[in-house]
């Protein structure tokens, strides 16, 4: 028997579909309800759901997509194209990922954006993809526990060595009362070396939190 919060699911779905149709995520050809991907785009995803995430740094992580193909499309144009639209499904797409760490946490928390790079995109992708994921797992949702204090190029841009320097000393928590104790579900968008992760978790260690589970859209490299 499905539960009646299944259900509840199922028909805001199937109004959503009424109301408006999908779209690919990728690239905005007509799809079925629950469907993110066209056929073309989704020859070219490859989920990761399946696999740990690897902990050879803290916090363990788990992504829903190898970086790639249509994946990186969509996330391009979530983050620099002004398509805030696409992270409620993205978001539920981090859902199986999320499923390792149900029960282990309580807390979503969104890798933050400095307030600059905030004001110009007029939204944090991250905090975007968190919220589906919270409500779906039944956890608080807190995506002002973490403050970004440095504005820093973008990671994409930077090799390997100059990420590790760019992202030190940037992250400081602000809730600290919330975050004391919690179990923290870290997401972000994607992980590329994982330093921009391990700086977060240590300034919501720095807070006291009990434990750092991150999850990503996408790793990459
Ligand atoms: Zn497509």
């Known amino acids: 028997m499905p539960s009646i919060r299944t259900l509840a699911a199922v028909a805001v779905n199937l109004l959503g579909e009424l109301v408006a149709p999908s779209a690919c995520v990728a690239c905005d050809e007509p799809v079925g309800a629950n469907v993110l991907f066209c056929p073309s785009c989704a020859a070219s995803v490859e989920r990761t759901d399946a696999r740990a995430g690897h902990a ?20 391009a144009r979530l983050k620099y194209q002004e398509r805030s639209d696409l992270a409620p499904r993205l978001g539920r797409a ?9 029960g282990a946490v309580d807390l979503a928390v969104p890798v933050p954006l400095h307030p600059r790079r905030l004001a110009e995109r007029g939204y944090n992708q991250a905090a975007l993809l968190a919220a589906p994921v919270a409500r779906r797992l039944g956890i608080a949702f807190a995506p002002r526990a973490l403050a970004r204090l440095k504005d820093t190029p973008r990671q994409a841009a930077l090799d390997r060595e100059q990420r590790v320097v760019n992202v030190a000393g940037v992250f400081a928590a ?48």
């Not at 050879?56 to 994946?71: C, D, L, M, N, V």
């Not at 981090?94 to 149900?102: G, V």
């Not at 994607?190 to 939190?209: F, I, K, P, S, W």
């Open 174 to 221: 602000r809730e600290r009362s919330r975050l004391h104790g919690a179990r923290v579900l870290l997401i972000d968008d994607v992980r590329t070396t994982g330093t921009t992760l391990a700086r977060c978790a240590d300034a919501l260690h720095r807070a006291e939190v009990t434990s750092v589970h991150a999850l990503v859209l996408a790793r990459r490299g």
């Open 94 to 102: 981090m859902l199986t990922a999320a499923e390792r760490a149900r």
């Open 56 to 75: 050879a740094s803290p916090p363990r992580w788990t992504a829903a997509f190898e970086y790639g193909g249509a994946i990186a499309t969509a996330i």
